[in-house]
Nanobody, 130 residues
Framework: EVQLQASGGGLVQAGGSLRLSCAASGLNFDDYAIGWFRQAPGKEREGVSCISNNDGATYYADSVKGRFTISSDNAKNTVYLQMNSLKPEDTAVYYC???????????????????????RGKGTQVTVSS
């Protein structure tokens, strides 16, 4: 059973930083892409950043480019999202998700980040105060 556990959320002032962690289990880590998604009240889900552990390809939403960095530690089966220069509009529940990087439904990390992934964990709240 694929399990994803997100942690690291909290309350931070605008301009501050947070690092989110996503610990994955029940899967062959190297064969999966892991992504960070967020959803704020009244807004649609947004694919924030994703990484393919197969080839290291990454995707960033335009709203976070230059501020967020995704990384993967294959030895720990953990993906991190370093969030710098946080803005109030980054406030949302962040959750991590996973999808296989093989098979007929794999069209690359960008497509899965935009369209969503099959396995989803519980979220962690990020609140940025102005």
């Amino acid at each position: 059973e694929v399990q994803l556990q997100a942690s690291g959320g909290g309350l931070v002032q605008a301009g501050g930083s947070l690092r989110l962690s996503c610990a994955a289990s029940g899967l062959n880590f190297d064969d999966y892409a892991i992504g960070w998604f967020r959803q704020a009240p009244g807004k649609e889900r947004e694919g924030v950043s994703c990484i393919s552990n197969n080839d290291g390809a990454t995707y960033y939403a335009d709203s976070v480019k230059g501020r967020f960095t995704i990384s993967s530690d294959n030895a720990k089966n953990t993906v991190y999202l370093q969030m710098n220069s946080l803005k109030p509009e980054d406030t949302a529940v962040y959750y991590c998700a996973a999808d296989r990087t093989y098979g007929s439904n794999w069209y690359g990390v960008r497509t899965r980040c935009v369209n969503g992934m099959d396995y989803r964990g519980k979220g962690t709240q990020v609140t940025v105060s102005s």
